[in-house]
C-alpha cells in the first residue's frame, strides 16, 4: 500500500520506516505562518490538514498521504520553530526547569476513497533546569532552530527533556499509536502497511535459539 509522508523532516521519516512502514517522502512546502489559531490543538490539526491535502493535490494515482505538524503551548501561548538563534535562547530562557505542552497534529487522506481524517495528540514535556551556557551551547548547534519548541528528543537536545507524559512517538513529530487508530478508522489494519510481512515461526524452526532445527 503506497504512503506518502508530506514532510520533510528525517525524525518523522526515521520512525515510520522504524516501525514497517516505507513512506515515500513527498514535501508540502506551505507557508505555515497563513494559519492562525487561537487553540494550540486545533492549530496543529489544521497545519497537518493543509500539509496533506496539498500533497494529495498533486500526486498521480492513489496513496494514503500523511501530514503532522507540532505545536508547544507554554504560559498560554503558542510556539512553533523558533527560527533564529535569538528566538530559541529566549525560548529555552522561558522553558528551562518547566513543562510544557506539545500538540502535534495528525492528518491522513485516502485519495482513493477521498476520505480525511484528522486528529492532534497532547505530550507533557518537562524540561531540565539549563545554565545560560548550556543554553547558548545547544543553540550554537543550530538544531533548535528549526524544530517546534526549540527541542528534540532523539537528538543533542535528548540530554535536556527529563520526562515526558504521553506517547514519545508525539514529540518526535508523529505518534505511532494516533496514526494506527486514524489507519484504523480508514479501515486499514497497520500490519498490512509494513513493507515486508513479519516471518513467523515454521513448524521445521527452533525458535529457543534461533537456528534451523535438524530434519529426520
Not at 533546569?129 to 535528548?158: C, K, Q, R
Not at 478508522?185 to 502497511?193: K, N, P, R
Amino acid at each position: 500500500m503506497r504512503i506518502v509522508l508530506a514532510s520533510q523532516s528525517p525524525a518523522r521519516l526515521a520512525t515510520l520506516r522504524s516501525a514497517g512502514l516505507d513512506p515515500e517522502v513527498v514535501v508540502s512546502g506551505v507557508d505555515e505562518s497563513t494559519v492562525v489559531a487561537d487553540d494550540p490543538e486545533h492549530l496543529s490539526v489544521e497545519l497537518a490538514r493543509m500539509k496533506a491535502l496539498t500533497v494529495a493535490e498533486r500526486l498521480d494515482g492513489t496513496a494514503l498521504v500523511v501530514g503532522c505538524d507540532s505545536v508547544l503551548e507554554l504560559d498560554g501561548e503558542i510556539h512553533g520553530k523558533p527560527g533564529s538563534a535569538e528566538a530559541a535562547i529566549a525560548r529555552w530562557h522561558q522553558m528551562r526547569g518547566r513543562s510544557g505542552v506539545l500538540h502535534t497534529g495528525h492528518c491522513v487522506i485516502d485519495t482513493a476513497t477521498d476520505r480525511v481524517v484528522a486528529r492532534s495528540a497532547r505530550t507533557v514535556v518537562h524540561f531540565a533546569e539549563l545554565s545560560d551556557a548550556e543554553i547558548d551551547a545547544y543553540v550554537a548547534t543550530g538544531e533548535p532552530l528549526g524544530v517546534a519548541g526549540a527541542f528534540t528528543i532523539d537528538g543533542l537536545g535528548g540530554a535536556y527533556v527529563t520526562g515526558i507524559e504521553g506517547d514519545p512517538h508525539t514529540v518526535v513529530g508523529i505518534g505511532l499509536p494516533l496514526l494506527r487508530e486514524i489507519m484504523g478508522e480508514l479501515g486499514i489494519a497497520w500490519h498490512d502497511l509494513w513493507a515486508q510481512p513479519v516471518r513467523q515461526p515454521g513448524p521445521d524452526r527452533d525458535t529457543s535459539d534461533g537456528r534451523e532445527s535438524a530434519g529426520p
